[in-house]
């Protein structure tokens, strides 16, 4: 039984530990032939993830080199700051729904959270519209909040059994309605400063916003790498049903996986409010799907238990820079989208092309 | 927000003494054709009209300020407007025109729609027809579809997107001395208002010769859109950019953003739709120009047309074919007049029955 949970085994990433860990249960899984054979499946599920994130940065590669060869603009140091203060917002957002792919599940509650969230934390540092001036407080409780909702969606999804399809859509809904109730009619402008230096102030030549994405998405690494919450998560998006046997809390798991993604969320919310300068009601739309498909095109499955925050962080550098690229390349905009969509397809298919066999059936 | 409140309802008051006055006037009229249950005048007692607003959501300043207006109307003749959103869903829209419909006898309610998109307009059309409804649509309707073919479909307005576009260039230019290099900022290319507004610019730039186009991109009418799509020109075409053209203030306002982010200094923005957010950069200098539809206006307008012809005061039948589906006025907004739009008060002798369209600049030409 041990033998055959070491190539769900929760340790997914490239990093060396896992490398080392693997093998345990494998050793210790009997006699004979069994421990050669199951540390050799252990082995090449890990080079399944290697080949596989290779593919992922190959993707990457080609799509900077195709652009840098057309256009001179595209390989100024300026444009490089650029894509990484626009990559910013969807790299914190990726980073919180890696946590719930992990799982096997699936979050469509961006919109909402981030709608209520951004309402939020305009609302609660300085503004136009109320004398609230709670600073860092404000942001701090805005996180909170996203937190709130993901820790609700999950409790949703793992105690009444509805799907999380169903659930993290109708938190959106209700994240909607709530950032149109605090919305009232006039968008509050953010007058707080300091937050709007994360968008304007650069240290290093990067936004203060850059560089909060950077520490959260090492964060996030993190908890993924070394907490039991992402550590679980992969666990249980592996196989669900063998992690409950052996006696972890899945229900719990799973919620607080969803809580860790809000609180990400909600970060992202604070980041797009600091950048557009106003409390936005649709500041996230399209995030949701624009979060999903770069995780996927970083490797993460969308049947869980594979994939991980730095993976994701290739998929989202790979959709900034196809936006950006596509631009200064000259692209009419009549055709982008339909090029960048036939691109983010090519891209998936390149990034799962090395494990498609072991995808087994796609619905 | 409170003192606007007060003020909105001290405009109210006197507006409904105004309409007070007007109904005593024709009260011996309308009474005389009661019973009737259809036809191009209504029979309805002022208090049993029901007044319904529809509009996408009330998530963005302009829809949120034209259901203000609705209830500023309403509030003037006593009465209260239903308020609907939809969502931008055409299915949930059609729906709720049914609810409004199926609740009873329908001939005395008056509906004021902004439909989601021009295909949305026949059914709704059709449902409001057959109910005995008023109604009056804005912005989109199929061009074969035709106010004058019905009794009960008041009038249909929109503004002519390709001036609105004309005259934010032109005021752009202007402030650029004539000469230099702009962007575009284009909404959702497949929507009317981006192509006619881009239309508008394109005229412009026909007159102005030493204005060059550097690049249009659409930013889908969307801030965070604009922001990054902004930013990207500006890595491009850098120094030479002296100004940002954008099909809406949102991606303006994003334009505006991005500009600060990148700390460049000097580049003109213009919008369209006079958001209070883009009629405060105008004031402090950050934004050149915007167009005003007058969202409030819009709301009250149509539900004055609607009330109007319910009670009576107005047959339409016996209105001027060209404002059964016209363009209304619209309001170049700069730096000089940007006073007299950011606390936008509605004059209430505008809803009167016979001045109701006073704003109509010419029929909708036939596309």
Known sequence: MAGDTAPHAPTRTLEPAPLAGAPAPGAGGGNGDAPAATSGRARATRSADVVQTRASLIALAVLVVVFAAISPQFRTAGNLQQIIDAAAVLAVLATGITFVLMLGAIDLSLPGVIGACAMTVSLLVANSRNTQDLGLLGIALTILLGAAFGLLSGVLSTRLRIPTFMTTLGMSAIGLGIATILFAGVRPVVLDESLGAWASHRIAGFTVMSLIAVAAVALGWAIQRWTRIGRYAAAIGGAEDIVLLSGVPVARYKTLAFGVAGAFYGLGAVMLTARLGSGVVEAGAGTDFAAITAAVIGGTLLSGGRGGVLQSMIGVLALTVLANGLILTGVSPYVQQAVQGVIVVLAVAVATWPVRRRLGVVK | ?367
């Open chain 2, 1 to 367: 927000m409170a003192a606007r409140m007060n003020r909105s309802r001290g405009t109210a008051l006197i507006g409904s003494v105004v309409v007070a006055l007007a109904l005593s006037a024709c009260g011996e009229s309308s009474a005389e054709a009661e019973g009737e249950g259809s036809g191009s005048t209504g029979a309805c007692a002022p208090e049993d009209v029901t007044l319904v607003g529809q509009v996408r959501n009330q998530t963005n300043p302009y829809e949120a300020a034209w259901l203000e207006g609705g209830d500023a109307f309403a509030e003037s003749v006593g009465l209260e407007q239903q308020k609907l959103t939809y969502d931008g869903d055409s299915q949930q829209q059609q729906e709720q025109i049914r609810q409004v419909l199926a609740s009873g006898d329908a001939s005395c309610t008056v509906i004021n729609a902004l439909p989601n998109g021009d295909s949305d307009t026949t059914p709704i059309v059709n449902a409001a027809d057959g109910a005995d409804a008023w109604l009056v649509t804005q912005w989109n309707k199929p061009a074969d579809l035709d106010p004058t073919a019905y009794d009960r479909w008041v009038a249909h307005l929109t503004y002519d997107g390709v001036e609105s576009g004309y005259q934010i260039a032109k005021a752009l230019f202007e402030e650029m001395g004539g000469s230099g290099g702009v962007i575009a900022l284009q909404g959702i290319l497949d929507t009317a208002a981006a192509q006619d507004r881009f239309l508008g610019l394109q005229k412009a730039l026909e007159e102005y010769p030493d204005i060059t186009l550097l690049d249009d991109q659409t930013a889908d009418f969307d801030r965070a859109t604009a922001l990054e799509v902004t930013r990207t020109l500006l890595t491009q075409h850098g120094e030479e950019v002296g100004g940002i053209w954008a099909a809406n203030d949102d991606m303006a306002l994003g334009a505006v953003q991005a500009l600060e982010a990148a700390g460049v200094d000097g580049v003109a923005v213009a919008g369209i739709d006079a958001v209070p957010e883009a009629l405060e950069a105008i004031a402090d200098g950050s934004m050149t120009a915007t167009v005003s539809s007058d969202g409030p206006w819009q709301g009250a307008v149509g539900l004055a047309m609607g009330y109007c012809a319910a009670t009576g005061e107005l047959d339409v039948a016996s209105i001027d074919a060209e404002d059964r589906a016209f363009f209304a006025e619209q309001f170049l907004i700069t730096e000089d007049n940007v006073g007299e739009f950011s606390d936008p008060q509605l004059d209430m002798s505008e809803f009167d029955c016979d001045s109701l369209f006073s704003r109509a600049t010419g029929p909708i030409a036939a596309s």
